[in-house]
């Protein structure tokens, strides 16, 4: 059984990437609705949350566990690995394949405050930047229209057009999604900046690596159905289960923090 968790629906979109590779496994998800968003929390909140949820799906049944959050890979994966004695798989902006892929020399890189704030950040940026620029975006009411589900709305729509006219303005060709959240909005930049921007996101990486480092795992537990565990409303979660991945599945409260 493979364990995913988020700040909220933003790991979804990792979810049905693995799910994909991997249709035979269970998934137990949690998203810590609860404690959205993560990317206005400190790095040690976001280890402490990190560190209950892992206990908890470890609990359920779990044999790995995907971070499905930018923000949370890089506060806290490296602790999680210290501590736990089971594989994890992060998630984490894909600044080495837009280095890569961009013409004009210039990526941006969508994503929270929190992931953008640490060290670790700066250090993946210097690490894979290839000596191309690189604009670092947080923009954290992108997170909320995703977890909101309000996307249809018209003030949404203009609030990401602005802020995608911008990018645009800045000689960018490549866009990095670095927040999970972000990957829900791929079909509403394709629509609306099909020839102006390469847009990469991790779903691909991540859930390769999964399948990679699941099948390697011995005598793995599974259940006989997928189901999603939040600190926060069910409804929330169900309904936009149902609208963005066609699925219904089982989406149960529960308090991992008393
Ligand atoms: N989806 C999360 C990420 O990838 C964080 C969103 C949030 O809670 O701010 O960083």
């Not at 206990?55 to 602790?79: H, P």
């Not at 991540?206 to 006989?224: C, F, G, H, M, T």
Request: net charge neutral.
């Amino acid at each position: 059984m493979i364990g995913i968790f988020d700040s909220g629906v933003g790991g979804l979109s990792i979810y049905k990437a693995c799910k994909q590779k991997l249709p035979n496994t269970s998934f137990v998800y949690f998203s810590d609705h609860g404690h959205f968003p993560y990317g206005e929390k400190t790095p040690d909140e976001i280890k402490k949350y990190a560190v209950k949820i892992t206990q908890f799906l470890i609990q359920q049944g779990a044999n790995l566990v995907v971070v499905a959050c930018n923000a949370a890979t890089i506060s806290s994966i490296q602790y999680l690995r210290s501590i736990f004695p089971i594989p994890f798989v992060g998630t984490e902006p894909a600044v080495k394949p837009a280095s890569l892929a961009t013409k004009t020399k210039k990526i941006a890189v969508l994503l929270t405050n929190a992931a953008s704030a640490g060290p670790a950040y700066q250090e993946l940026v210097s690490k894979w930047n290839n000596g191309v620029q690189v604009f670092s975006f947080p923009l954290p009411k992108l997170v909320q229209i995703v977890e909101e589900n309000t996307l249809h709305e018209k003030a949404s729509e203009q609030y990401i057009l602005d802020q995608i006219n911008q990018i645009r303005q800045l000689g960018i060709d490549t866009i990095v999604l670095g927040c999970t959240h972000f990957i829900f909005l791929k079909p509403f930049l394709k629509k609306y900046f099909h020839d102006d921007f390469t847009v990469l996101d991790p779903t691909e990486g991540v859930s390769n690596q999964v399948k990679r480092l699941y099948d390697k795992i011995p005598d793995k537990k599974e259940a006989n159905q997928d189901i999603l565990f939040t600190s926060g409303n069910p409804a929330i979660l169900a309904d936009f289960v149902q609208t963005w991945l066609k699925l219904r599945i089982e989406v149960k409260p529960v308090d991992i923090y008393e």
